[in-house]
């Protein structure tokens, strides 16, 4: 293309600091260098994570960066040493690499990467390297990523091909949150057939963990939240109950227990809180449950008694549904393509860039599932 080579100037949106409205600015963005790519993006979608960052932590050291790390677009050109992908590939970036080499990599029982967190401070969200500047000042990529902006610049581990006919504005949501939600039911819970499940929290990751349940062949599906209003979307992704904690004068997890005669066969806290991640443990069945958490949080610290566990419970985590990002994300794909799984239906608002403040409060006040934001034409 035209551009490659040359810094791109564009539009992105810049949170300057924590707790302020982000701001529509004029970045320029760096041409990839070795083993990078830069990616034109089409669409992108708010996460919690993006709120995480921005309003909860508020790391004074992860700011000013560029949010986003759900999204889909197009490689526009690719750096020295770069053979995987060329200008004109659909890709989706990934906020957790895959690098193929490393132990971790290697290991057919985790998804983590070892060289991922050698490129991401993980303590405030940004990649080591940033090929964005801003009026003199270097901006942060989020997790690597930053895709709330028209280019950004990504290693070639963290990219990942998906099939050309994948309409971007909505396989986009793939980056993130459906993949953590559905894969942690199916991968990291691995819940079983005619099973009775409950998920806490009802945004997208856990309308994602209904689904996966659902697909998984639960029989009975609990969703729990404090927002009515949610219980009929999570119908649509398979819930078979809804249990709304401020309904009861107890806590939710005996209200689960005497719900199901005993506790639930798997539990998935999809919040981010650790009192939840407790309540579920406890609403999971002793003897065999399982609770997965799934929200992320690295704020508190969560304390349990040692016989909730000795009981034989199993207390698990999952990150990006245990999928292997650039092997798992082209498969959820396809499996939408085939309509096996649903990614419409998690879409409540369609935006702009220039919305994004909108589209943040939107989320902040729980008043929708996604806004996926257009940034650039296809």
């Known amino acids: 293309m035209a551009t490659a080579g040359k810094v791109i100037k564009c539009k992105a949106a810049v949170a300057w600091e924590p707790n302020k409205p982000v701001v529509i600015e004029e970045i320029e963005v760096a041409p990839p260098q070795a083993n990078e790519v830069r990616i ?49 590939d659909k890709v989706i970036p990934l906020f957790l690499s895959q690098c193929k080499e490393c132990h971790l990599c290697k290991n057919p029982k985790t998804n983590q990467c070892a060289t991922a967190w050698t490129r991401i401070r ?40 998906i099939d050309p006919e994948a309409p971007l504005d909505k396989v986009c949501l793939l980056g993130c949150g459906i993949c953590t939600g559905y894969g942690a039911a199916v991968n990291t819970a691995k819940v079983q057939p005619d099973s009775t499940c409950a998920v806490f929290g009802l945004g997208a990751v856990g309308l994602a963990a209904v689904m996966g349940c659902k697909t998984a062949g639960a029989k009975r599906i609990i969703a729990v939240d404090i927002n009515p209003d949610k219980f009929e979307k999570a119908k649509v992704f398979g819930a078979t109950d809804f249990v709304n904690p401020k309904d009861h004068s107890k806590p939710i997890n005996e209200v689960l227990f005497e719900m199901t005669n005993g506790g639930v066969d798997f539990s998935l806290e999809c919040v981010g809180k650790v009192d939840i991640m407790c309540s579920a443990l406890k609403s999971s069945a002793p003897g065999w449950g399982v609770s997965v958490i799934v929200g992320w949080t690295d704020m508190y610290d969560v304390a349990v008694r040692p016989v909730e566990l000795i009981s034989g419970r199993t207390w698990k985590g ?6 292997k990002s650039k092997d798992g994300v082209p498969e959820m794909v396809k499996a939408y393509m085939d309509k096996k799984v649903k990614l419409d239906e998690f879409i409540t608002h369609n935006m702009t860039l220039d919305q994004i403040n909108d589209a943040i409060e939107l989320m902040k006040q729980s008043k929708c599932i996604r806004a996926v934001m257009s940034v650039s034409p296809q």
């Open 318 to 323: 999952s990150l990006f549904g245990g999928f």
């Open 122 to 161: 993980q303590e405030i969200m940004a990649a080591v390297e940033s090929r964005f500047t801003c009026k003199g000042k270097r901006i942060l990529q989020f997790m690597g990523t930053s895709t709330f902006s028209e280019y950004t610049v990504i290693h070639q581990m963290a990219v990942t091909k």
């Open 40 to 88: 034109k993006i089409v669409a992108t979608s708010v996460c919690h994570s993006d709120l995480y960052h921005l309003l909860e932590s508020m790391h004074k050291d992860g700011f000013p960066t560029v949010l986003g790390h759900e999204a889909a677009g197009i490689v526009e050109s690719v750096g020295p040493g770069v053979t995987e992908f060329q200008p004109g």
